[in-house]
């Protein structure tokens, strides 16, 4: 993000002023101090709106107007004078970074405020944008900037610090010591590091023991991906390490963490150094085919792969296939509602022939039909490890019902089957009970709401009888009557309605 905002800077100010192109911050560093002084001021008061009284306080000149990067705000300029807003709130957020960074007189309170949300309000009281005479705010300006944190807008600040992050990454040292003293910069760079380093550390220390029986996990906060995505901006791989190295968990859940493409491009970059892999809970994110495509450096550190309702379609998991096929840890994936059809089957069939360790697969509540079942069920009859398939809530209907079965009668590893809502009659029922009466391994087969008669169930009761191993068939939502339900549940307590 930092690189395309430092491009639009330079793009601006090129196109503004007659400037050399070696030295273009060096030659308006006037300006873009002034206009960062305004919108550091602004965002510590939530102000992104401002009058000329304000931009007369800041020294912002005609010559920084005519930058292009404010712009007249028409909904509030009237007769009482004119009012400026930056192009957009990210703009204002980057202007903000850049007179932090660039700015020699700015200290580490100021850096500390935008990356430890629980500072202080005793160290605050020593912020100060910049002393006399380098663009010295008023008394009333400066106790603004005291209050950062008290009453600042935290996404906003959050934003700035990204940046800050990113201008300070050893990508961008050298066009930025044009401006500022190199010992400075380099105090700033190691400040942000080790802010850094102690969020992660403390969003690892609150990671709850876990319970007798259950793998340890982190609920990760928004928080927690913002750190992330700093640390990406700052391109540095071995804070990256340092912060990997603490996380001991099995699981990493990132459930309604608003992840998109550019947290999956910052999440990869820094889970590649795991020390060991890891479940990723992806789970009601927007991380689409664009972010699957972000993800795949890091799918070698991932032993499963959770990704329900993500607007993810068959070109996004073929690709995170094609690069599974070859992760020897990677042994699970859940994709429950998404966009996926018959077309991803066949990746799907041959990842389950070349992958003998492959333990669980999710498919539910997609638009895959009998043709899909039909190319999936390839892979499954090849498949030696497969334990969970879940299909509930497409279209396979009997005749992938019937495929399915004939695939999946001799293996000797699969627990638990979901055909849950699948337009499945008594002719697929039929194929399933062949399933059951050869499986020593299946345990749960679930036929909820599909269009089973009390004929299909009877086929099921007889395979039943030739099966110890089996613990339940879920029935409910099927074309059976509330007499045949009573009769047959007393026939067989497996059955489930």
């Known amino acids: 993000m930092t690189d395309l905002y430092l491009m639009i800077l330079q793009h601006f100010l ?62 509030i300029s009237s007769q009482s004078g004119k009012h400026y807003e930056f192009l957009h709130i990210t703009v204002q957020c980057f202007f903000a970074s850049l007179f932090i960074v660039i700015n020699d007189n700015i200290d580490h309170f100021i850096i500390a405020a935008l990356f430890c949300s629980g500072t202080k309000k005793s160290a605050l009281a020593s912020v100060r944008t910049c002393p006399e005479p380098c663009f010295l705010s008023t008394s009333r300006q400066e106790s603004r900037v005291q209050t950062l944190l008290q009453k600042a807008e935290r996404p906003n600040l959050q934003i700035t610090a990204s940046f800050v992050a990113g201008l300070l ?13 190199p010992a400075k910069l380099a105090r700033k760079h190691d400040y942000v590091k080790k802010y850094l380093s102690k969020g992660m550390l403390k969003h690892f220390k609150s990671i709850p023991p876990p319970l007798k029986g259950e793998k340890k996990s982190m609920h990760a906060m928004p928080e927690f991906v913002w750190l992330i995505k700093c640390i990406y901006e700052m391109q540095n791989s071995d804070l990256a390490k340092d912060a990997m190295a603490k996380l001991e968990v099995e699981h990493l859940k990132l459930t309604y963490c608003n992840i998109g493409p550019a947290e999956c491009t910052a999440l990869a970059f ?30 070698e550190k991932c032993h499963a792969i959770y990704l329900r309702n993500n607007n993810i379609s068959d070109e996004g998991i073929c690709r995170l296939l094609e690069k599974g096929i070859h992760c020897p840890s990677f042994q699970k994936i859940a994709l429950f509602n998404n966009n996926l059809t018959n077309e991803c089957t066949k990746h799907f069939a041959k990842l389950l022939k070349q992958k003998q360790n492959f333990l669980s697969l999710r498919l539910g509540n997609n638009h895959i039909t009998e043709e899909g079942a039909e190319q999936l069920a390839e892979g499954l009859r090849e498949s030696s490890s497969l334990q969970y398939l879940g299909l509930w809530g497409n279209k396979i209907g ?55 008669t009390r004929q299909g169930v009877q086929y099921l009761l007889e395979a039943l009888e030739k099966n110890t191993t089996v613990k339940s068939v879920w029935l409910r939502g099927n074309k059976l009557s509330t007499e045949e339900v009573e009769e047959l549940t007393q026939i067989d307590r497996r059955l489930t309605f």
Request: charged share 15%.
């Open 398 to 452: 009997d005749k992938g019902a019937e495929a399915l079965a004939r695939a999946l009668q001799s293996s000797r590893t699969l627990v638990w089957l979901s055909l849950v809502d699948n337009n499945i009659g008594s002719v697929g029922a039929h194929a399933l009970a062949g399933l059951i009466q050869g499986s020593v391994s299946l345990e749960e087969l679930w036929l909820t709401n599909n269009h089973i």
């Open 14 to 75: 090129l196109h503004s002023a007659q400037s050399a192109a070696g030295s273009w911050i060096q030659g308006r560093v006037g300006t873009i101090l002034r206009l960062g002084k305004l919108a550091l001021d602004g965002l510590v008061s939530s102000c992104y709106v401002f009058s000329t009284q304000d931009l007369k306080q800041a020294q912002v000149a005609e010559e920084d107007i005519s930058t292009g990067f404010l712009s007249t705000s028409k909904n």
């Open 169 to 181: 990454s050893q990508r961008h040292r050298s066009a930025l010591l044009e401006s500022c003293q």
């Open 270 to 299: 820094v889970l590649r150094h795991l020390k060991k892999p890891v479940g990723l809970q992806l789970d009601c994110n927007s991380v689409g085919d664009a972010g699957i495509e972000q993800l795949l450096p890091c799918l």
